[in-house]
């Protein structure tokens, strides 16, 4: 308390007589040497603070902890760091709050039936579309997202919200990934995705469409997820003066920091491309 108000420009004296406390006492205790513990919260502190700055300030506790212990190898628990972020006023971004689960018609296109989870790449690709509003008119992106990992394996961002827009994004998904033959690619029924080029474009590439429920978000959940993220780690944080800035600052998002950075709760805190890496290296030597 004393401390706080004399930073705040009051004397220590003057302190010290309204709280009760002696003067000599406080001196001497502000003279103290820091005790391991206080030193170890200390660098924790900064630990914490450079991890947060580097994700963007969008890092909670839980992922501050996961970099903490998987990245620096540090032994902390989950419970003292909220607590020191608590302390140093270290804050993540706020999630969005939840949505009213939505009831659809369903459809036989649906291949994948809310069934996300898959055990290797390319066996179910999930794809959709955003858009984001700057001084110049509205951006477009389109994403890819392989379901296996969470990475983003293509992604194309226009001024048109048209067929091209999709294609341009699943071409550099198969050009990126090659996959084998019998994979899915999974969409809603916007007309975009149901249009004769795209669905083509999926079946000469050896690959299924499948459409989910026709106004239900729940059915293309993972790419609902990942556009929820991006725009409250990115898109809202700033009004965007131009369509290149904002398209500039959607490749730095997905490629350095989603794709390479940023950490999963769903794959153990493992980012995308580390998941991918793990399984890769078990699968050589099995």
């Not at 998987?70 to 020191?84: D, F, H, P, Q, T």
């Not at 994403?143 to 994004?169: C, E, H, P, Y």
């Not at 790419?223 to 003066?241: A, T, Y």
């Not at 350095?256 to 030597?285: D, G, V, W």
């Amino acid at each position: 308390m004393i401390d706080a108000l004399v930073e705040a420009g009051h004397r220590a004296k003057q302190c010290c007589r309204l709280l009760g406390v002696s003067s000599p006492g406080y001196y001497k205790y502000k003279k103290r040497p820091l005790s391991p513990t206080q030193m170890r919260r200390q660098w924790l502190t900064g630990l914490i603070r450079e991890i947060h700055t580097a994700s963007r300030q969008t890092y909670g506790s839980r992922r501050v902890h996961a970099e903490l212990t998987l990245g620096l190898g540090v032994k902390v628990s989950e419970r003292l760091v909220a607590v020191l972020m608590s302390d140093a006023q270290i804050v993540g971004l706020p999630r969005p709050a939840k949505v009213k689960r939505l009831h659809g018609v369903a459809t036989a296109d649906d291949l994948v039936h809310r069934k996300f989870h898959r055990l290797a790449p390319n066996e179910l690709w999930v794809t959709d579309i955003t858009e984001h509003p700057t001084k110049e008119g509205k951006v477009y992106c389109c994403a890819v997202m392989d379901t296996f990992s969470r990475k983003i394996v293509g992604w194309s961002i226009d001024s048109a919200q048209d067929a091209n827009l999709v294609i341009n994004a699943l071409d550099m998904a198969i050009k990126n990934r090659q996959p084998r033959p019998g994979g899915i690619v999974h969409a809603d029924h916007g007309v975009q995705f149901t249009s004769w080029a795209f669905t083509n474009k999926i079946r000469a590439s050896g690959l299924m469409p499948s459409f989910g429920t026709v106004g239900d978000c729940y059915d293309n959940s993972m790419m609902e997820s990942f556009w929820s993220s991006m725009q409250i780690e990115l898109l809202n944080r700033k009004k965007w003066r131009t369509r290149v800035d904002l398209a500039n600052a959607i490749f730095e998002y997905i490629e350095i920091f989603y794709n390479r950075t940023r950490r999963h709760s769903q794959l153990a805190y493992a980012t995308p491309i580390e998941h991918e890496l793990r399984f890769n290296t078990t699968s050589i030597s099995a």
